[in-house]
């Protein structure tokens, strides 16, 4: 079994504080860390198996979805090289960003790409009737944003990797559907990767279907200038877990470090 491909480009920053930068709340809070840079994984490497657990507070709960990486085997050697070759242009808008001062203030830790898009249909459904839509019915606008592990606090376009979202500034109008809406990079494969949704109550009983459906080529497909040609070969598979709200969900938040989205 290959080696999972992860290169991390490393910039030495001293940590300039902005008169204007503020700390986000965390759930825990996140040390210093003397380097960061751009994590790539392969699309190839995305488990279809997406952890889900869930913590109660008042009125709703926290829904975590927890990324994992298969552990399967990647590109040959040949792809590796070629790919370490396009480091520079596919981390390009990721890495202008990190190098900024306010992001190693924030985030203090490397920013991930995954060399794959979420694509179209991206769904949550249940089993029973949920804030007056039928089960059956796709219940994804109804779960915000609540926070991103911070390797998940920039995120990007595929597939030109341009940034798409800066989630470290902490205020975005955001929900499920539009966080996995189709055209954007499929969260990092970090250990930790995992963001986290707030959803008002959600009855007893009721059973949670999460679907993510992902696209990504084979690492040789890309062009000399980090872009996918019409000829590339596109691969296809559909992330899927599901949770049961029960009596036994925990009160509180995730345990971990986060950054807190507040909702505009």
Sequence with gaps: MR??????????????????????????????????????????????????????????????????NSGSGGYSDEEREYMEALYPVLTQYGRKEIESDQYSYIVHTSSDITMASVGKGASVRSDKEIAGLEPGADLGDLFLLSAVSPGNAVRYRFPDYQVAGRYYLGAVTETFSSYFSEGLT???????????????????????????????????????????????????????????????????????????????
Excluded at 14 to 39: K, Q, R, W, Y
Excluded at 50 to 64: C, F, K, M, T
Excluded at 188 to 200: E, H, T
């Design 3 to 68: 080696k999972l491909f992860r290169i991390l480009a490393v910039t030495l920053l001293s940590v300039l504080l902005s008169s204007c930068a503020t700390e986000p709340a965390h759930f825990t809070d996140v040390s210093n860390a003397n380097a960061i840079g751009v994590m790539l994984y392969e699309g190839s490497e995305i488990s279809e198996d997406l952890s889900v657990d869930a913590w109660r507070q008042p009125e709703g709960y926290v829904i975590r979805l927890w990324f994992r």
């Design 186 to 264: 499929f969260p990092g494969l970090s250990d930790f990767s995992s963001v986290c949704f707030w959803i008002a109550g959600l009855p007893l009983g009721a059973t949670l279907y999460f679907e993510i459906p992902v696209e990504y080529a084979a690492g040789v497909s890309y062009a000399p200038d980090g872009t996918l040609p019409p000829s590339a070969e596109m691969f296809h598979k559909t992330i899927k877990g599901a949770l049961t709200i029960t009596a036994d969900i925990p009160s509180g938040d995730p345990a971990g470090h986060y950054i807190t989205i507040k909702q505009k």
